[in-house]
């Protein structure tokens, strides 16, 4: 006699991550500044120009104006470009440049989340050429990140897709449509106060290395507060908290420029995110 059970499944779960200073310690964007620098892409006064941008950037984090100032300053800067050229160059050097960034806490909990069944999304306002090789480096099961427009295989210096602040939680909404995820039961972490609507989408939002504003906002709002601060390059971890390779697969698609490592619990055990 056949017998038909009803699967009551659980919902399916995502854990959102920003990169840039949540998943690792510097802005991905900024990061390749001297590998195009070397590749021919840009001149020395560029090189500078963001190496300035990202020590202001690891000071305090950036507010909207200054996102905005970088953002037409860097899609202005790769008007031009070859996208395939990028996209070798971000290949030959994404292990040295972005693997001893990785913040170990980060990478803990990325494990921890694919254990318990959800999905680990890297959402970033940086370009898609470079988060999409950080996310499969990471084994994220998908990356959202800023497109640009090219033509005749060339950045046009054109923004198709911006990826950053109410953006940032359309795409969340739009992934859990199509990926059937609860966002009730959804975690989302960042450090920034532009990724606000990011973090009230889901049931489960925390703050990382947050900046001041965001701090203001998690502690009005009971809002756990995480701390990264063990940058750790992947093979050097503990070997069983290694990362199991897993595919990516991409949401978006450019930029002109840039993700994760393991977790400190902000306070005691008490204040573990809640992983069940």
């Given at each position: ?195 606000i609507p990011m973090l009230e989408a889901v049931g489960h939002p925390y703050a990382v290395n947050p900046d001041r504003a965001l701090r203001r906002e998690a502690v009005a709002r009971e809002w756990p507060v995480l701390t990264f601060n063990r940058p750790v390059r992947l093979h050097q971890r503990v070997r069983g908290l290694s990362i199991p390779p897993r595919p990516v697969l991409a949401a978006a698609a450019i930029g002109a420029a840039a993700a994760t490592a393991g977790l400190v619990w902000y306070a005691a055990r008490r ?6």
């Amino acid at each position: 006699m056949l017998v038909l059970v009803e699967n009551h499944l659980s919902p399916r779960t995502a854990a959102f991550f920003d990169l840039d200073k949540t998943v690792i310690a510097k802005s991905s964007t900024l990061a390749f500044g001297r590998s195009f620098y070397q590749g021919g892409l840009i001149n020395r006064r560029a090189v500078l120009r963001t190496a300035y941008a990202q020590f202001v950037f690891l000071l305090g984090g950036a507010d909207h104006d200054q996102m905005e100032g970088m953002r037409k300053y860097l899609s202005e800067l790769c008007r031009g470009w070859n996208v395939q050229q990028v996209r070798e160059i971000v290949a030959e050097t994404l292990h040295d440049l972005i693997d001893p960034i990785i913040y170990d806490e980060a990478a803990s909990l990325i494990e921890e989340h694919h254990l318990a069944g959800r999905d680990v999304v890297i959402v970033s306002a940086s370009g898609a050429e470079v988060v999409e090789p950080i996310g499969e480096m990471l084994g994220a099961d998908h990356v959202v990140a800023t497109r640009m427009v090219a033509k005749d295989g060339c950045y046009t210096g054109e923004i198709d897709h911006y990826v950053y602040g109410p953006a940032k939680a359309e795409a969340v909404l739009g992934l859990a449509e199509s990926e059937g995820y609860d966002l009730e039961r959804c975690f989302a972490y960042s450090d920034s106060i532009t990724d606000i609507p990011m973090l009230e989408a889901v049931g489960h939002p925390y703050a990382v290395n947050p900046d001041r504003a965001l701090r203001r906002e998690a502690v009005a709002r009971e809002w756990p507060v995480l701390t990264f601060n063990r940058p750790v390059r992947l093979h050097q971890r503990v070997r069983g908290l290694s990362i199991p390779p897993r595919p990516v697969l991409a949401a978006a698609a450019i930029g002109a420029a840039a993700a994760t490592a393991g977790l400190v619990w902000y306070a005691a055990r008490r204040r573990r995110p809640a992983m069940s």
